[in-house]
């Protein structure tokens, strides 16, 4: 399958309720086939996730440590400029005694070269790819499940891709854009493609230039086989480090506020954090009951709030890895439905969310009342819902307004709000919310007062479901793109559009803008 049938394939299977829902993940689980232990070792279910999950990080095209490529089947087998020195070979075919990965992969005194500065691989591990070897080193990897895209062969689009993140550096100079298997660095004003920084991952979910610029993080995957983060040099255009992350698509990453760590929500209901230099995890929270979509630091960065399918935002506290509260309400109806996106503001730990209800909800972190379960008394505000389920909201630089963008049925919407009202809760709001029984009447005020002061400032309808926002530092403009696989600049003053281009060189051809139209309709 060529990348252009495949990038067809992605416009319309890229996006549901996760944007990466399969029609089997509602099927009911089929039962576990019997494996025969006399069978030959299968390099594509056995050894490829194990190489996967601790070499291939540091052992790709866009990272070969050593020369040495373990991505490609022909290069896994040869090895690296060490075995080139010494005349060896890294996979003898039935000879796993001259086979120098063996001799680099088992441990001496407890301690094996391979992988460094990591505990040997399990003696299950290494006896399996020594059997493998023994077999005659057979590569039974699907066709269409073989690494093809590398900085020497990227990419052909013979359309344009469903993006689904977008972000501006701090400087206000880049645009990062996702794509298939990479991120399109631009020109922040869309007049030049600057670099395409493309990894192991078919699938870019999220995208976050780091708090100083220097670095940008990026998270995906492959359904079903892999998620993956990675860290970029911006400036060299290098990858500084990509790190397996289970056996599914990985998403909704952030930065700490000092750039130690990056965050990210996972398929298998965890939000997880990783040091953003040397992949290691640091944290591993489990309080989410579905996938993990969207993740933020506080100010602070001593904590995180998460969004999932679970309809739910919660608190988790960094350094403890400890579950702090809901900050969403679990009250049935409350929300109705998984949550996608959160964002801070710039200037308080108030933090915004949408998902499948269409409504964005302002939520603070510090109770100013008792907890009782099933109450909603973090809300600040919520605002009128959109059509079709928000897939991004982020609040404008000076922390007075917000976007959030929409899908449904093939149309999408961007929606500009206020947020330039007073956050703390009045004392009349306070005393409802401190009483254990609510009358009808008081009940009624409540929900008048997180309704009230809110506005809908501007709202820019398109053919084409929207999935990602960002603002320029600056605040002038926002940048959305989705379904139709186009980049469109919005005036922040007026809602106007201000160019649109197509962010992936379509065809062979050369590196450059294509331009489209303009079609705001």
């Known amino acids: 399958?060529?990348?252009?049938?495949?990038?067809?394939?992605?416009?319309?299977?890229?996006?549901?309720?996760?944007?990466?829902?399969?029609?089997?993940?509602?099927?009911?689980?089929?039962?576990?086939?019997?494996?025969?232990?006399?069978?030959?070792?299968?390099?594509?279910?056995?050894?490829?996730?194990?190489?996967?999950?601790?070499?291939?990080?540091?052992?790709?095209?866009?990272?070969?440590?050593?020369?040495?490529?373990?991505?490609?089947?022909?290069?896994?087998?040869?090895?690296?400029?060490?075995?080139?020195?010494?005349?060896?070979?890294?996979?003898?075919?039935?000879?796993?005694?001259?086979?120098?990965?063996?001799?680099?992969?088992?441990?001496?005194?407890?301690?094996?070269?391979?992988?460094?500065?990591?505990?040997?691989?399990?003696?299950?591990?290494?006896?399996?790819?020594?059997?493998?070897?023994?077999?005659?080193?057979?590569?039974?990897?699907?066709?269409?499940?073989?690494?093809?895209?590398?900085?020497?062969?990227?990419?052909?689009?013979?359309?344009?891709?469903?993006?689904?993140?977008?972000?501006?550096?701090?400087?206000?100079?880049?645009?990062?854009?996702?794509?298939?298997?990479?991120?399109?660095?631009?020109?922040?004003?869309?007049?030049?493609?600057?670099?395409?920084?493309?990894g192991l991952s078919e699938r870019i979910q999220s995208v976050r230039f780091s708090p100083d610029g220097k670095r940008l993080a990026a998270v995906g995957g492959r359904p079903a086989q892999m998620g993956e983060v990675q860290i970029w040099d911006v400036e060299k255009r290098k990858l500084t480090l990509s790190a397996a992350i289970g056996f599914d698509t990985v998403y909704g990453v952030s930065w700490s506020p000092d750039g130690k760590v990056v965050?990210?929500?996972?398929?298998?209901?965890?939000?997880?954090?990783?040091?953003?230099?040397?992949?290691?995890?640091?944290?591993?929270?489990?309080?989410?009951?579905?996938?993990?979509?969207?993740?933020?630091?506080?100010?602070?960065?001593?904590?995180?709030v998460s969004v999932g399918r679970d309809m739910s935002a919660k608190l988790t506290e960094v350094e403890s890895q400890r579950f702090i509260d809901n900050i969403s309400s679990i009250t049935p109806g409350a929300l109705r439905g998984g949550l996608q996106s959160v964002a801070r503001h710039p200037e308080r730990d108030e933090f915004l969310v949408g998902g499948a209800d269409g409504v964005p909800q302002a939520y603070r972190l510090v109770r100013k009342v008792q907890r009782r379960i099933g109450d909603n008394a973090l809300c600040i505000r919520k605002w009128p819902a959109m059509e079709g389920r928000i897939y991004a909201v982020q609040f404008a630089p000076d922390g007075k307004s917000f976007a959030a963008t929409s899908s449904l049925d093939g149309t999408g919407t961007v929606n500009f709000y206020n947020y330039d009202f007073d956050t703390e809760m009045p004392a009349d709001i306070l005393a409802i919310e401190n009483k254990a029984g609510r009358t009808e009447e008081e009940k009624k005020k409540e929900e008048d007062h997180f309704t009230s002061n809110v506005k809908?400032?501007?709202?820019?309808?398109?053919?084409?479901?929207?999935?990602?926002?960002?603002?320029?530092?600056?605040?002038?403009?926002?940048?959305?793109?989705?379904?139709?696989?186009k980049v469109r600049m919005i005036s922040a003053a007026d809602a106007k559009v201000l160019k649109e281009f197509v962010p992936v060189p379509i065809g062979a051809g050369p590196l450059t803008t294509q331009t489209v139209k303009l079609d705001s309709k």
Request: with cysteine.
């Open 263 to 304: 965050a990210f929500g996972c398929p298998d209901n965890s939000m997880r954090a990783i040091n953003a230099e040397t992949g290691k995890q640091v944290l591993q929270a489990n309080s989410h009951s579905d996938w993990v979509l969207g993740t933020v630091f506080t100010h602070k960065g001593d904590q995180l």
């Open 456 to 485: 809908l400032l501007a709202s820019v309808p398109f053919n084409a479901g929207v999935y990602a926002l960002s603002y320029q530092p600056d605040g002038k403009a926002v940048a959305v793109a989705g379904e139709d696989g």
């Open 1 to 198: 399958m060529n990348s252009g049938r495949i990038c067809r394939s992605l416009s319309t299977l890229f996006l549901s309720t996760a944007l990466a829902v399969s029609a089997s993940a509602a099927s009911a689980p089929k039962m576990a086939e019997k494996e025969d232990p006399n069978a030959p070792v299968s390099y594509f279910k056995k050894i490829r996730p194990i190489l996967q999950a601790q070499c291939q990080g540091c052992h790709q095209p866009a990272k070969s440590k050593g020369g040495y490529v373990m991505t490609d089947f022909a290069k896994l087998l040869a090895g690296g400029e060490e075995c080139t020195k010494d005349k060896k070979q890294a996979v003898v075919a039935k000879d796993p005694a001259k086979s120098f990965l063996i001799e680099q992969i088992t441990p001496d005194g407890g301690k094996a070269e391979m992988p460094p500065k990591k505990a040997p691989l399990p003696d299950t591990d290494i006896q399996l790819i020594r059997r493998w070897i023994s077999e005659g080193a057979i590569d039974d990897t699907p066709p269409n499940a073989r690494q093809r895209f590398d900085l020497d062969h990227p990419p052909i689009y013979q359309r344009p891709p469903v993006i689904t993140s977008l972000a501006f550096s701090p400087d206000g100079t880049l645009l990062a854009v996702a794509g298939f298997h990479e991120v399109l660095l631009w020109k922040a004003d869309g007049s030049e493609l600057v670099a395409r920084l493309i």
